[in-house]
């Protein structure tokens, strides 16, 4: 049982262009999703990543806005945690496999298409770097497919994803944490799952 998420997902409110696309949104988005990544990746006894964060996965939530805004505002929640019990490789396969056919975008890292079983935090990171572009890019997806994903080297970011007119709209603090985070395998700490 979880609240009401009265605004749907992120995918939806950015592809409707009902989100604020300037920066103080933007980070305040980050802001969210960070604090909620840290939470699961700090958890004692053992530490919880998504492995599916997507703006499929993030569910929006009206709520009182802070000190000195009027109204209302949207905080964002990750959601679905279906894939973080998936525990044995044949399930996993099978669902990242069925989960990446050639017509839907890709939000896993480099290292979980490669290795089902051992990798890191950074792969929650990845994610949230392709999530954090696909707001700032208007809704439009980062990868569309497993090999896009695979043949990505961290050089090309700069052309796949930020856009000219995107650069000049962000600062260059902003371009460079997307940048820092669609990195290929990036290691925090690695779990046996």
Known sequence: VLEYADKGTFEQ????????????????????MAAGLEYLHTLEPR???????????????????GPGEKG?????????????KLLNRAAQEEYYTAA???????????????DFETYSSGA?????????????????????????VL???????SQRVFEGALMSQYSEQLLELVYSLVQVLTTVQVYRL
Request: glycine residues 8%; proline residues 5%.
């Open 72 to 84: 209302t505002a949207v905080t964002f929640k990750l959601a679905d945690f279906g894939v973080a």
């Open 100 to 114: 990446s056919s050639p017509s839907l975008p890709a939000y896993l890292s480099p290292e979980v298409y490669e």
């Open 47 to 65: 530490q919880i990543l998504h492995r599916d964060l997507k703006p499929d996965n993030i569910l929006g939530v009206n709520t009182s806005s």
């Open 124 to 148: 929650d990171m990845w994610s949230l770097g392709c999530v954090i572009a696909f707001y700032i890019r208007q809704g439009k997806h980062v990868f569309e497919s497993k090999e896009e």
């Open 13 to 32: 409110q950015v592809k409707a262009g009902r989100l604020d696309r300037r920066e103080w949104c933007v980070w305040r988005f980050i802001g969210h």
């Open 151 to 157: 043949h990505y080297k961290p050089g090309h970011a």
